[in-house]
């Protein structure tokens, strides 16, 4: 089984600043996806970012991007030019390949990140 | 707003009630995806519907089932509730389940059992 690593539990950064959220996983799969979501206080699952293993360009969204580490397994998210709104609690997350039935996501236990103004 | 909805917002009921919690999908989305978001468990996968069928099974308790209907919006059942039961349920929806498919989540339907 597939299992995602969050050793962060909380981060803060300087407004304007740049941070890095970690992000380690397992699997013995080649092909999958993996997501960065966002859950501020309203509580609802934001998509951040998302990145299929067989690329090897990593992904951009504006101020977010990634830097995934297919041989290390790992998959960081930067956010650069933080600002308040970017505060929330962050949730990597697994999705194996393309056969039909492992759609799931498995997710880590989340980084709660923090904005100073 | 991600175009999946869930019904209701909040939900208060007693030890070893029965309650429903609805989720529409998006416009066009094919599958419907449960999760369980509490303290102690995270977030953790329940069940797949794809097309009215279930596609997949996580850590679904058997006292919990769902369906999916022909207008595809889902339905979640869970009975005789415990105080574990305690959660937020979220729905996710994805057009297909094939490929980069993407899951949306609809804004949960937080639990709470007393």
């Known amino acids: 089984a597939q299992t995602v690593t969050q050793s962060q539990p909380e981060m803060s950064v300087q407004e304007a600043e740049t941070v890095t959220l970690s992000c380690t996983y397992d699997?013995?799969?080649?092909?999958?996806?993996l997501f960065w979501y966002k859950q501020p206080p309203s509580r609802q699952m934001i998509l951040v970012i998302r990145?299929?293993?067989?690329?090897?360009q990593n992904a951009t969204e504006n101020r977010f991007s990634v830097n995934f580490q297919k041989a290390a397994k790992s998959f960081s998210l930067k956010i650069s030019d933080s600002q308040l709104g970017d505060a929330a609690m962050y949730f990597c997350a697994y999705r194996s390949g393309p056969n039909f039935g492992n759609e799931k996501l498995t997710f880590g236990t989340g980084t709660r990140l923090t904005i100073i103004p | 707003d991600s175009g999946v909805t869930q019904t209701p917002k909040h939900l208060i009921t007693a030890t070893g009630q029965r309650v429903t919690l609805r989720c529409s999908p998006r416009s066009g989305d094919l599958s419907v995806y449960w999760y369980q978001q509490s303290l102690d468990q995270g977030l953790q996968f329940l069940i797949q519907?794809?097309?009215?069928?279930?596609?997949a099974k996580g850590n679904i308790l058997e006292r919990f089932s769902a369906q999916q209907f022909p207008d595809l919006h889902s339905e979640l059942n869970l009975s005789s509730l415990e105080l574990g039961d305690s959660a937020l349920y979220f729905c996710?929806?994805?057009?297909?389940?094939?490929?980069?498919?993407?899951?949306?989540f609809g804004p949960g339907t937080r639990l709470t059992v007393l």
């Open positions: 699997t013995s799969e080649s092909d999958y996806y």
């Open positions: 990145q299929e293993a067989y690329k090897q």
């Open positions: 996710a929806s994805s057009v297909s389940g094939r490929g980069p498919d993407t899951q949306y």
């Open positions: 519907y794809y097309n009215g069928e279930e596609r």
